[in-house]
T-cell receptor
Framework: EAQVTQNPRYLITVTGKKLTVTCSQNMNHEYMSWYRQDPGLGLRQIYYSMNVEVTDKGDVPEGYKVSRKEKRNFPLILESPSPNQTSLYFC?????????????FGPGTRLTVT | QQQVKQSPQSLIVQKGGISIINCAYENTAFDYFPWYQQFPGKGPALLIAIRPDVSEKKEGRFTISFNKSAKQFSLHIMDSQPGDSATYFCAASGPGNNFNKFYFGSGTKLNVKP
């Protein structure tokens, strides 16, 4: 089954404790992204990747790191989480055709930083 | 500055009615405008998308209307059904190498009453 998986699905942590949220896709997509979703703000792109070893900042990259060492994986790293990073996080992978650029989203990771 | 503005925040429609959600964008260089549908506890899923070289695109009961001069686009759901109750997000991306850089609206929660 074609899918994007994220782990963990739920995470409660404390301020300053480094954490990693994993993302993996089995569709051989070149493009991957991370988003955060907050009430009233919609989805905001954190980082995106065009291919292995190629990443770029989205709209809200501060406080986050990413890496793309393999095509299928795109982990999101919070080196020193703060309470304002409490949010619902989505990973997405995508491909582009001539007229479409469909993103497939994972199930989400709900992060709480106390 | 918010790149994509979406309204209304919430919408209640009777079964069989027409649901209309509007979005306005700032950057005239955007060249891809998707709509995503999100059910509670799930990641967003692509519903329909349009490029600025056409003014309308229809897929089943869902239609995008695009007004390039006004920098606006809207989603129309004809014959709305209770199963359409979800949160809808508009988005924009592009151009060129920025095709994977997405800006989302704040979302519209649609409730279709039986």
């Amino acid at each position: 089954e074609a899918q994007v998986t994220q782990n963990p699905r739920y995470l409660i942590t404390v301020t300053g404790k480094k954490l990693t949220v994993t993302c993996s896709q089995n569709m051989n997509h070149e493009y991957m992204s991370w988003y955060r979703q907050d009430p009233g703000l919609g989805l905001r792109q954190i980082y995106y990747s065009m291919n292995v070893e190629v990443t770029d900042k989205g709209d809200v990259p501060e406080g986050y790191k990413v890496s793309r060492k393999e095509k299928r994986n795109f982990p999101l790293i919070l080196e020193s989480p703060s309470p304002n990073q409490t949010s619902l996080y989505f990973c997405a992978s995508s491909f582009q055709t001539g007229t479409s650029h469909e993103q497939y989203f994972g199930p989400g990771t709900r992060l709480t930083v106390t | 500055q918010q790149q994509v503005k979406q309204s209304p925040q919430s919408l209640i429609v009777q079964k069989g009615g027409i649901s209309i959600i509007n979005c306005a964008y700032e950057n005239t260089a955007f060249d891809y405008f998707p709509w995503y549908q999100q059910f509670p506890g799930k990641g967003p899923a692509l519903l329909i998308a349009i490029r600025p070289d056409v003014s309308e695109k229809k897929e089943g009961r869902f239609t995008i209307s695009f007004n390039k001069s006004a920098k606006q686009f809207s989603l129309h759901i004809m014959d709305s059904q209770p199963g359409d109750s979800a949160t809808y997000f508009c988005a924009a991306s592009g151009p060129g190498n920025n095709f994977n850089k997405f800006y989302f609206g704040s979302g519209t929660k649609l409730n279709v009453k039986p």
